[in-house]
């Protein structure tokens, strides 16, 4: 995505969070359009969206169950069991029966390239729900959480009508660290943080660096140069205002485990490490969850720096933003303006 269909994006995941929690507070939510002004989009009426998930997920499933109930849609939830992809079935053969009989595929696989296999033969849009190599909607959800916090975005400009219209600010410059695994999540952000002016700091022990493909594409896009990449976690948390990690054994690494737990030591993200590495006073935490213990402790987790939980919850309504414009009007229009 380009920079500023990111923003359309975002700029539209607000709007719908705000008008779905505003209608579901004022129980007006199953109001018809015709009788409700603020009424939702509708744009997922008599479509069927297919969740092809060969990995488990909390987060991303229920966003996209429930944001295609709020779209009118129906989400029809297809696991690893339950269908013959994998088994008896190619992807390209499953790509061609499924998008001829649903309007949308949002899927979790393994290998990348099962992705790439999905879009090539549908004749619907595929959004990637997690890859071995990309978790995009899981970067949509961070940068709106970042969008949401007062000392991390930009003042807004005042309306000449005197009114005030809501908005959802842009980020100022931040340095945003990340600790830990590059894994799908990381590489998600050296794509998008640098095209919307923010520097990465990087720690992970050289063995677990970005692959190939993955930094291929980030030095496509010019997104190497605001990118600081070191072996020691003080080092990377300097002047951080956001400090950022996932876990350290992605799914379907389960059998290095006890490689990574070594490999991984002194990775772990603590307010002491924070301090001595001279992060910002206020610095904030993202993680997208499943969370263990090893590579964030429970004082900065639950403490009141961590935004995982508003994070979490923005899962849902950047999915919901992402189905209606892409799965509903099919186009991501750009807007002006940078993030
Ligand atoms: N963050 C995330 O993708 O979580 P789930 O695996 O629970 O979907
Ligand atoms: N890197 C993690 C992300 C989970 C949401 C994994 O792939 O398991």
Redesign the pocket.
């Known amino acids: 995505l380009h920079p500023s269909q990111i923003n359309t994006l975002l700029v539209h995941a607000s709007r719908l969070k705000r008008r779905t929690l505003g209608l579901l507070r004022h129980g007006r939510l199953g109001e018809p359009p015709a009788t409700n002004r603020k009424s939702l989009s509708t744009s997922l009426e008599f479509k069927t969206i297919a969740l092809l998930f060969s990995k ?6 229920i966003s996209a169950e429930t944001a295609t109930d709020l779209l009118r849609g129906r989400a029809l939830f297809l696991g690893k069991e339950d269908i013959q992809l994998g088994v008896n079935e190619s992807v390209r053969d499953s790509a061609q029966v499924i998008s001829g009989m649903c309007q949308g595929i949002f899927a979790r696989v393994g290998d990348h390239s099962d992705i790439e296999e999905l879009a090539k033969y549908s004749q619907v849009p595929v959004i990637n729900a ?1 890859s071995s190599l990309w ?1 995009p909607t ?1 970067v949509l959800a961070d940068l709106l959480t970042l969008r949401e916090i007062p000392e991390l975005v930009t003042k807004p400009e005042p309306e000449p009508t005197g009114k005030t219209k809501h908005s959802l600010p842009k980020l100022r410059p931040l340095t945003v660290a990340y600790i830990g695994d590059s894994a799908n999540v990381l590489h998600d952000m050296l794509v998008a943080y640098p095209r919307i002016g923010q520097q990465l700091r990087i720690a992970s022990p050289e063995k677990y660096r970005a692959p190939k493909p993955v930094w291929d594409r980030v030095v496509e896009l010019e997104c190497d140069k605001n990118i600081f990449w070191t072996a020691d976690p003080r080092e990377a948390v300097h002047g951080a205002d956001v400090v950022v990690t996932d876990t350290w054994i992605s799914m379907g690494q389960e059998a290095e485990k006890e490689q990574r737990l070594k490999d991984f030591q002194g990775y772990q993200v603590t307010e002491q490490l924070c301090r001595e590495g001279g992060a910002k006073e206020n610095w904030k935490f993202l993680h ?3 969370r263990k213990a090893h590579e964030v402790d429970d004082e900065v987790f639950y403490g009141p720096r961590s935004l995982v939980f508003r994070e ?1 919850h923005n ?1 849902k309504w950047t999915i919901m933003a992402l189905f209606d414009l892409l799965f509903g009007h099919w186009s991501i229009p750009n807007s002006p303006g940078m993030l």
């Not at 488990?56 to 499933?61: A, Q």
């Open positions: 488990r997920s909390t987060r991303t499933r997690l978790h899981q997208c969850l499943p979490s899962r």
